[in-house]
């Protein structure tokens, strides 16, 4: 009777697995992200699709696309988000924001956003006017911390993307203390931040920041102003950005920084590589390797998964 009763549960589950095939099964997926090329010194190397190595959820992958995005390929959505709790000496910085804006190549959407109860305001929504864009700059207006928490702008920022363009870029420049007014201390699983981490993964965000304090004497602790820089630093390595900052108060001078960041985006290419997902999985862990010398290679650290194959 024993043998009898093992055998029909045996011929219940060969049943159930001949009925959902794909249960527990993985599908091969595509997926698409943006990397740039950073040199070491000197000038960028050539860098071909056989200089890669790419692991996708600690597998490695075959990689089926390396493009530079020049050309037909060099459309690029890019959102200026500044706190607008940010201190007045933001005005000494606007000129070279407004020349950075306005440098920008022709194929760009520029949009220019201030971070306001939580929310991305924008002053300007994305437009191939630059000088426009350049205009709707002004000083924050808000008092201190009316921002709530920059994470929840950016969360809010990346889930209501004013584009829905799957050519182009998207990337942000925040300028931003970092601080999460509701979790002050650095706290590497603050929910507030992993969760914009995870927004803007999810919408293809690349996250660049400049640290600059907010008003009131809040900000005027190395407890708060450590922990805002590292929560920033996070949010970048996690999508494929940079934080710019000049020890633990404002910069002198943007101009350096934003040099630097058009070097980034001159530099960037877009990765296509195969993947094997779970159902259901919205993202997918990545490492991107090369072994090309005197150069990295900044990605983010997850990204979306496309249709199943």
Known sequence: MAKLKVLAAGLILCSLACAFPSLGQ???ATAQTVVTVVPKSGEVPDLQQQNLKVWADGKESSVTQWQSLHGD???LEFVVLIDDSARSSFGLQMNDLAKFIQSLPPTALVGVAYMQNGRAVFAQNLTPDHALAAKALRLASGPPGS???PYFCLSDLAKR???QDPKNRREVLMITDGVDRYSPRYDPQDPYMQASISDSQKAGLIVYSIFFRDTGHFDNSYYETNAGQNLLSQVAQATGGKLYWQGL???V???PFLSDLSKRLDNQYELGFTTRTKPNQQLVD????TDVARVSLDAPQRVPVGAAQ
């Open 26 to 28: 993985s599908d091969t």
């Open 73 to 75: 390929r060099a459309g």
């Open 147 to 149: 921002s709530a928490s």
């Open 161 to 163: 993307w004013p584009s």
């Open 249 to 251: 108060s404002n910069p």
């Open 253 to 255: 001078s943007f101009q």
């Open 286 to 289: 990545l490492k991107v390797k």
